[in-house]
């Protein structure tokens, strides 16, 4: 165990980061697919055969700059997504066996931090985030944030709708999912099984965000750090309040 420069705990087991405070915070952030690179492990692992392996590149400053900012805990998955989908049930997640023990370790820590955070805030007053990154925009759209809630089956509070309108005011694009699909299929980056598993399991309030490309580049750094920055302030202004 180490603390870092502000007293917040790191864990590192099982290829998995835990950051976490005292008092339990009100807010999870989640990271999944922005762990080491693949490039590290070439030729002396078996790759997944089915699934997504995408790499949601430079997920993890963001929240790094969240976690800096407003008391958050963090859970973030190490090894690569062409091995292990940590956004996935377990019969998803991997096809290799020895990955099993990561796998565990990330949902055992969500899984303990909800539950103790619930337990001394109340569900409805918590919030998980789960961090994504995309580059291909719907057909429906362009957006720079898109928040997954499963058309609001992961929330219950008008939550979701509160981060939109945060976000949109400082002239974000932003895809803000409602009741029903907004065509014949489903809304693309809608929530995987993080959010609807915690939500159902813990009832807390669970949202997918995924992040545009262009905050997530060299050349957009500037804008990932301002991102952060809004997100902080949107966390503290509504989980907390000064005093």
Known sequence: MFFTKDGLRFIEENGVWVFEREPLPRVIATVSHDGSPKKDFIGLFREKTKGVSVHDLNVWPIVRDILTVVPVDAVRGMIPRCFLDYNRAEREALEDRQ???SYNTYHSSVASLARCMIEQHGAGNCLLLDFHGFSDQPSYGEYDVILGTGNRLTVFSEIDKQLADFLQFREYRVFLPREKPVGSGEDRFNGNF???SYAE?????AIQIEIFKTFRTKEGEERGKKLASDLSNFLADN???AG
């Open 99 to 101: 990955w099993l023990d």
């Open 201 to 205: 399991k813990f009832g807390l309030n």
């Open 194 to 196: 993080i959010i609807h």
């Open 239 to 241: 989980f907390f309040p």
